[in-house]
């Protein structure tokens, strides 16, 4: 976070920021009904529209989403990958952690600056709910870009896991004791760009910058193109020094840029294979590990040349190392740390017998209050992480150096993301290399920066940031089903900084509408926010995802500054209520 907060300071100091725009879109999340493997089902689409569309913009850049939720049974709320969120951790999205779901019928608005510039996308962090679909890319543009004039065009290339069946029945069969070996659902296909048909132009003499974004909800994917080497140069919006690759892993959530070039002795045209990794471990030949879903998208060169090569295989993946990637900016590693925090990670049962995952031997479980709005709202007692439940909270100072460390301690791998930032990556063992051994030795001297990480199985990884970024900030393995099963921590940043806050009228009212008490601690008590009675220490056993349930009986808000009782906030939801017409009189 101590780049970005330098580059923020880099862009005031040589006026970027005076020509920064806003970029304002208008979106209503609907129902729409899809094939794109040639079997039709429902997905969830923007303005009645699948695949969801891209958002481009500069760094600098404030953007905008006036979001309407227009789904009618679900509730719903996005999360921006990979974007910092400095002074906005209320609009990083998951629900019940920094904002309340929003209802059907209801809006929210999202404002937020683009401080850093790469490969990023945005999905829907409610409940299990984006492997309907609810996803895209999110572009943020360099004007300052090193390698600008290398690249003649930019292709952006998402790959995804595809499901038949909707995300809720999925989970709930996931969530049952029968599934003794924690199994995950798997899927039913791969699609690239939301498709089956993909190519793309390839021009002699021209370079193309491939942006590669992983959407799945569960597999990672591996990519390698023919007879064209990859020189890498960016990784989850960290620029690399550029150097050559010829297959790519990209675990789900992680994004790759890198540039290919069409030279004179090509012809005809070239496939880009890309297969899902749904292995435990690849690389264990004891396992044997099978690719059964695989697609080709073409670099087209020729339109009358077939569609085939004799190279169209792979025997065995060999992707690069991703941590073995250096800096562009050659950062060195942080020198030391104040705070060590040491997560085991295996799955579990819960009381009920449920298949669960635990971190030290908890599941996340979601509380009554959303994390951050009991932060800001319990003074002083903030830095205790009673106040928050069962969402393993863990407190850090602003300032502090945190190091990370994750023990995988099951038998495959898992890709693990922060939100609000990117963590130098120190150390991540081979698998089955075990737990860390707790000495901070052969460390990478200029390690890579990433905000996802995959850590091998039964291994560990071990990770350093700075505390600059005051918030609530989950830390979760970003395989969608399993934080459905409770694979999540939660940093609780600078929490001083965080009593007081205030918090948009439209985020207030949404929780209002779903019954979603916004002060005092997990439970909902501001007169002793120490006591314990009434937070949630077991999940339920009836999963329903993001289904709507209306409450019996709405909350009053009567929060000191945020109530609606006064002139001015009245004034601020009666545009929320007009906002909300407008997107029906539009649809």
Known sequence: MMWSLLLSLALLCFGTIARAAVVTVNWN????WASPDGFGRPVIGINNQWPCPKLEANVGDTLIVNLHNGLGNQTTGIHWHGINQLQTPEMDGPSGVVQCP?????SVQYKFLLDEPGTFWYHSHEKGQYPDGLRGPLIVQDPNDPYKGRYDEEIVLTVSDWYHSQSIPLVQNMLSPANTRFAPPFPDTILLNDKKDVKFNFVKGKSYRVRLINMSAFASAFLWIDSHPLTMIMSDATYLQSETAYHLHASSAQRY???????????????????????????????APAFP??????LMMDENAPLTRPTNTIDVWRPADDTHFKPLDNLAIIPTYDHLVKLDFRFCLDANGYPRACINGKPFIGQKVPSLYTAATVGENNTDPIVYGQINPVVVKKGD???LVINNQEAAGHPFHLHGHRF???DR???????WPGRDVNYNPVPNRRDTVTVWSWSHAVLRFKADNPGVWLFHCHIEWHVEMGLTASFIEGPEQLRGKQFPVDHLENCRIGGVPTRGNAAGNELDPLETTGMLTISPTGYT?????PPANTVTMTTPGNSTSSPARRRALSRVQRRDALFEMWN
Not at 102 to 106: A, E, H, M, N, Y
Not at 429 to 435: E, I, K, N, S, T
């Open 29 to 32: 999340v609907t129902w729409v």
């Open 102 to 106: 929003t209802p059907p019928g209801s």
């Open 257 to 287: 840029d890198f540039l290919i070039s069409a030279i004179d002795r090509d012809s005809g045209n070239y496939p880009i294979l890309v297969a899902l990794d749904i292995n435990r471990d690849f690389r264990n030949q004891t396992l």
């Open 293 to 298: 879903h695989n697609q080709t998208a073409w």
């Open 401 to 403: 150096i945190v190091q």
């Open 424 to 426: 130098q990556i120190l």
């Open 429 to 435: 063992a081979r698998p089955y290399a075990g737990d």
């Open 545 to 549: 995802g993001a289904t709507w349930i």
